[in-house]
C-alpha cells in the first residue's frame, strides 16, 4: 500500500471519528454523553504518551531546537484556547467556559486541520509513528465531534446546518492529513522536526488541559485505568509495527 493511500485512508477515518461522534449526539445523546468520559481517559494516556515517547524523541533526532518548539507549541496553544473559548456570564460570577458558536466553529476547525497535519507528518517520518498519531487522533474526535453539534444545536442552529458546519470541521482532517504529507516531501529534515515539536506540544497540551480536568470531573477506578492503558497503547502499536 502506497503512502499516499494509507495516508487517505487514515485520514478519511479520523474525520469519520468526529462524524460518529456528530450522529451519537443526534440518535443516542445519554448514551454518548455518558461513556464518552472512558474514551478520553484512554484518549489522555494516548496522547501524553506518543507526545513525550514517540513524537519528541523523533523531532530532537531532525532538530536540535525541538524543546524549544515545544514548550512555545504547549504555550502556544493555552493563548489560542484562552482567545477562543469565551466566559458567558458576567464577571464575578462562577460558571463554566462556554465556547460561542463561530469562534467554536473556527477554533475546532484549525484544531481539526492540525490534527491532519500531525497525521501527514507522522507517516513522512515512518509507517508506525503515522499509525500511532493516527490512533491518538481518531480517540479524541470522537468527544470532539459530540461537543462541536453540542455548541451549534445549543446556539440554536437549525439541525441541517449545525450537521453542515459540523461535517465540514470534520473534512479538515483529512485535508490536513493529504496537504501536510504532500509538502512534507520537499521539507528540510530541521522542519519537519520542528513541525513533529509542534504537534508533541499540542497533544500535551489537549490531555493535560483539557481532557484531564473532564476526567477529575467524574473520575473512577475505571478512568485511572483506562489512562494507564492508554500510556502503555502506542507501545503495543510499535510493536505490532
Known amino acids: 500500500m502506497s503512502e499516499v493511500f494509507k495516508i487517505v485512508i487514515y485520514g478519511i477515518l479520523a474525520g469519520a471519528a468526529t462524524i460518529v461522534g456528530i450522529y451519537l449526539v ?34 530532537q533526532i531532525l532538530s536540535k531546537n525541538a524543546l524549544v518548539w ?9 493563548i489560542l484556547e484562552h482567545v477562543i473559548i469565551l466566559h458567558s456570564c458576567r464577571e464575578g460570577q462562577h460558571c463554566e467556559v ?22 501527514g507528518v507522522g507517516f513522512e517520518v515512518s509507517s508506525a509513528l503515522g499509525v500511532i498519531a493516527t490512533l491518538s487522533v481518531i480517540l479524541h474526535k470522537l468527544p470532539d465531534g459530540i461537543s462541536m453539534i453540542s ?9 441541517k446546518k449545525a450537521v ?5 470541521v470534520a473534512l479538515a482532517t483529512p485535508i490536513g492529513a493529504i496537504g501536510s504529507f504532500l509538502l ?22 489537549i490531555s ?5 480536568p473532564e476526567i477529575h470531573k467524574k473520575s473512577k477506578i475505571l478512568n485511572i485505568i483506562l489512562v494507564v492503558l492508554g500510556v502503555l497503547f502506542p507501545f ?4 505490532l509495527f
Not at 455548541?151 to 439541525?159: A, N, T
Not at 512534507?184 to 497540551?205: D, P, R, T, W
Not at 503495543?236 to 510493536?239: G, M, S
Open 164 to 168: 453542515n458546519y459540523s461535517w465540514i
Open 151 to 159: 455548541i451549534l444545536l445549543h446556539s440554536e442552529y437549525e439541525r
Open 208 to 212: 493535560a488541559a483539557d481532557l484531564i
Open 26 to 59: 443526534l440518535f443516542k445523546e445519554p448514551w454518548a454523553r455518558k461513556n464518552s468520559i472512558y474514551l478520553i481517559s484512554f484518549s489522555a494516556g494516548v496522547l501524553i504518551s506518543v507526545a513525550l515517547l514517540n513524537l519528541m524523541p523523533e523531532a
Open 70 to 78: 515545544f514548550l512555545a507549541s504547549f504555550i502556544l496553544f493555552y
Open 184 to 205: 512534507a516531501k520537499n521539507l528540510s529534515e530541521n522542519l519537519l522536526g520542528i513541525l513533529i515539536a509542534i504537534a508533541a506540544g499540542s497533544f500535551l497540551y
Open 236 to 239: 503495543v502499536v510499535k510493536l
Open 98 to 119: 462556554h465556547p460561542i458558536d463561530q469562534i467554536a466553529l473556527l477554533g475546532m476547525g484549525f484544531h481539526s486541520l492540525l490534527d491532519g497535519i500531525i497525521i
